[in-house]
C-alpha cells in the first residue's frame, strides 16, 4: 500500500529559529500533497495544499511567508517554519493523495506527523 | 465555506456495547470518507462513500452515506479496546483534482474494559 514518510517525528526549537519538515511518499508519485496542523484533541486544521512544481495554495488564515512549502519532486514536499515562536508548537501532518480505482478520489495517506515544541 | 460537522465530541462505551458517530455536511459531498486516529499516532483511512444511499461494512463496523449525500454514519458493534481512538469524517467537493478534504472534528471514543 501507500506510504508516506514525515521526518522528523519531534523537533524541539529555540524561538527565533527555522525548523524543515520533510514528507515523502516511498512507493508512489504525488502531485499533490496536503499539510495539516493538529492541536491537542481537535481536529486536522488545512493549512495548504502542495503542488509539485508550482506554488503551494495556502488556505486562508496561514501565513505564507511563516510556513514556506516546496515541492520539488513528485516524492518530495517541504514544510518549513520560520522564525518559530511558541504559538507555533504543533503537531504537524502532512498527506498525500492517490487515485481510488472505484471514484477517482482522493484518498489520503497520512505521514506519521511531526511534534513541533519551541521554546 | 463548505463545514462537516461531526457529533458527538466524544464518547464513552463499556467494552461490547455499541457507537456511532454522525457526520453532517452543509452541501453535498462528492464523497465521504472516514479515518481513525489511535491515541498519540496519524490518521489511517478506514473507507470511502460515493454512491448515495450507500451502505458499507467492515468486520464490526458499517458506514452509511445519506441519501442526499450530505450526512453520513459509522456505527460499531460490540465495541472492543482496539477501537479506541478518534474517528474522522471527511468530506469532499468538487470534481477530481481539485477535489479539498473537509474533515469534521472527531469523535473520540473510549472504552472501558
Known amino acids: 500500500g501507500a506510504v508516506v514518510s514525515q521526518h522528523p517525528s519531534r523537533v524541539i526549537c529555540k524561538s527565533g529559529t527555522s525548523v524543515k519538515i520533510e514528507c515523502r511518499s516511498l512507493?508512489?508519485?504525488?502531485?499533490?500533497m496536503f499539510w495539516y496542523r493538529q492541536f491537542p484533541k481537535q481536529s486536522l486544521m488545512l493549512m495548504a495544499t502542495?503542488?509539485?512544481?508550482?506554488?503551494?495554495?495556502?488556505e486562508q488564515g496561514v501565513e505564507k511567508d511563516k510556513f514556506l512549502i516546496n515541492h520539488a519532486s513528485l516524492t518530495l514536499s517541504t514544510l518549513t517554519v520560520t522564525s518559530a515562536h511558541p504559538e507555533d508548537s504543533s503537531f504537524y501532518i502532512c498527506?498525500?493523495?492517490?487515485?481510488?480505482?472505484?471514484?477517482?478520489?482522493?484518498?489520503?495517506?497520512f505521514g506519521a506527523g511531526s511534534r513541533l515544541t519551541v521554546l | 465555506g463548505q463545514q462537516v460537522m461531526q457529533i458527538p465530541q466524544y464518547q464513552h462505551v463499556q467494552e461490547g456495547e455499541d457507537f456511532t458517530t454522525y457526520c453532517n455536511s452543509s452541501?453535498?459531498?462528492?464523497?465521504i470518507q472516514w479515518y481513525k486516529q489511535r491515541p498519540g499516532g496519524h490518521p489511517v483511512f478506514l473507507i470511502q462513500?460515493?454512491?448515495?444511499?450507500e451502505v458499507k461494512k467492515q468486520k464490526r463496523l458499517t458506514f452509511q452515506f445519506g441519501e442526499a449525500k450530505k450526512n453520513s454514519s459509522l456505527h460499531i458493534t460490540a465495541t472492543q479496546t482496539t477501537d479506541v481512538g478518534t474517528y474522522f469524517c471527511?468530506?469532499?467537493?468538487?470534481?477530481?483534482?481539485?477535489?479539498?478534504?473537509?474533515f469534521g472534528q472527531g469523535t473520540r471514543l473510549t472504552i472501558n474494559p
Open positions: 498527506s498525500a493523495s492517490r487515485d481510488t480505482e472505484s471514484s477517482g478520489a482522493n484518498v489520503l495517506t
Open positions: 512507493d508512489f508519485q504525488a502531485t499533490t
Open positions: 502542495s503542488n509539485e512544481g508550482s506554488k503551494a495554495t495556502y
Open positions: 452541501t453535498t459531498l462528492s464523497n
Open positions: 462513500l460515493v454512491k448515495s444511499g
Open positions: 471527511a468530506g469532499t467537493k468538487g470534481i477530481q483534482g481539485a477535489q479539498k478534504l473537509v
